[in-house]
């Protein structure tokens, strides 16, 4: 058995690596998956590539083309969601602000520098117009923190995807004011230099069973209650989630990383840009 540490979110877009996990389909293939969920999202997960902690990772697109332009040994080696990630914009649910105009001079509680809620924090500002070089950031670790860095006063606003905080929505912890989707496919898969280049075969066997995996989810019987349930999200919130989001099978294209990358270096988040084939396998 070739044994692969694998990491991503503990959300609903990683349910097919469980099910194919469950079905033993990398066992038979010779694959001992080790998965591990990372709370505190990609700038964590870009780090444990880079330190070798982790052989690969479900990872966002924006996050893992900042830190491999910044120097991390990986590359991406596929889309894993091709549709846009929906980030829900957040505050505590007993302030008074209602939109994300009003935003404009507040903190930004973050997971963590490098993570999507600290790259997604500037897209939006630049979306609204503001001026970027003004933000300022909390670090609160994961949601976790965020709820405690939230509820207790902070004023800042959260930016994390919109399903997964639905229930702190409806529940009465958070309030949204608005979403911010993602310009570009949300999550690729990334893999270390070193484990790519002892671990070819096996990587091909692990594309070719998640890609048989996310090609049929949503044809899975009762799949939807199965999230439901699994995650603890409310039905018709998960049959939405599902309406807006298509899992890919081919590698990400050179134009998506120049997009990406360019993005980056317009807001000042990484200080050159580089050839695209500097952050693709293959």
Known sequence: MKK???????????????????DNAFEDRGIQLEWTDIPEGTGKMTQMLQ??????????TEGIIKSISQGNPSKIV?????????????VDANSDRQSISSLKDDKIAISRMGSGSHLMAYINAQNQGWNTENLEFEIVNNLDGAVENLTNGSNAYFMWEHFTTKPLVDNGTFKRVGDCP???PCFVIAASDAFLKENEGALKHILEVINTYTSEFKQIPSIDRTLSNRYEQKLEDIKEWLSKTTWGQEQLSEATVNKVHSRLFDLN???????ASKFLWK
């Open 4 to 22: 692969v540490k694998i990491i991503g979110v503990p959300e609903h877009f990683n349910l097919p690596w469980h099910l194919a996990m469950e």
């Open 51 to 60: 330190d070798g902690e982790a052989d690969m990772g479900i990872i966002l």
């Open 78 to 90: 596929q889309v894993y969601v091709s549709s846009p990630l929906l980030w829900g914009i957040h």
């Open 182 to 184: 993602t310009p570009w």
């Open 269 to 275: 988040l990484i200080e050159e840009v580089k050839d």
